[in-house]
Nanobody, 123 residues
Framework: HVQLVESGGESVQAGGSLNISCTAS????????IAWYRQAPGNECELVLS???????YCADIAKGRFTVSLNNAKRTVHMHMTNLEPADAAVYYC??????????????????WGQGTQVTVS
């Protein structure tokens, strides 16, 4: 059974940092295409970062210089470290596999495998 579970979302102050994680089961993360998306109320689903195995494939402008991603294949876990958070970063963050880095109007989409999301609040 292919599954993704996010964790780590919480409320932080503007300017702060936060690590969120995504743990996979039912498939190997080694070489897999895994992406982080986010969606805030009233906004479309936004592709934040995408990796192919340990390689960064895509990084949105809003994430450049602030967000980094790392992969632990042994634990099948992808971490996204976010720094200098702004109120505009507040959203539900989703990790997804097998979406090919596509963009969607809504998260989660009917393509690929998605986690349940983790809420990040910035005040």
């Amino acid at each position: 059974h292919v599954q993704l579970v996010e964790s780590g979302g919480e409320s932080v102050q503007a300017g702060g940092s936060l690590n969120i994680s995504c743990t996979a089961s039912g498939f190997s993360t080694d070489g897999a295409n895994i992406a982080w998306y986010r969606q805030a109320p009233g906004n479309e689903c936004e592709l934040v970062l995408s990796i192919g195995g340990a390689n960064l494939i895509y990084c949105a402008d809003i994430a450049k210089g602030r967000f980094t991603v790392s992969l632990n294949n042994a634990k099948r876990t992808v971490h996204m470290h976010m720094t200098n958070l702004e109120p505009a970063d507040a959203a539900v963050y989703y990790c997804a596999a097998f979406t090919g880095g596509r963009r969607f109007a809504l998260c989660p989409a009917d393509v690929g495998t998605w986690g349940q999301g983790t809420q990040v609040t910035v005040s």
